[in-house]
């Protein structure tokens, strides 16, 4: 029976599911959480992987990493401009 996990950058597999709808509802309220406690572009990442036989082997089926938010920088500024500590603006990028 196929198994779904959700992984992240700060504790690898963090929930197991039976059902593919609940690990989505969990990667998504991660990724959402990580973004507002703070994020780095060279590591944070959120991913959903899938398996057979209890997780001793895994294929990711759905990965987001973060990214530096152009767009948002070329409409408001940085967020130095905008009072806020932080250097970049950030957004999810799903890569898988």
Request: net charge negative.
């Amino acid at each position: 029976m196929k198994k779904y996990g959700v992984c992240d950058d700060w504790n690898g597999l963090i929930e197991e599911y039976d059902s593919l709808e609940e690990a989505e509802k969990l990667y998504n309220s991660v990724k959402d959480s990580r973004m507002s406690e703070g994020v780095d572009i060279n590591d944070t990442f959120v991913s959903i992987v899938e398996s057979d036989d209890d997780f001793e082997n895994e294929k990711e089926i759905k990965k987001s990493i973060v990214e530096v938010d152009e767009e948002l920088t070329k409409e408001i500024g940085t967020p130095n401009e905008n009072g806020y500590e932080w250097t970049y603006w950030a957004k999810w990028k799903e890569i898988i």
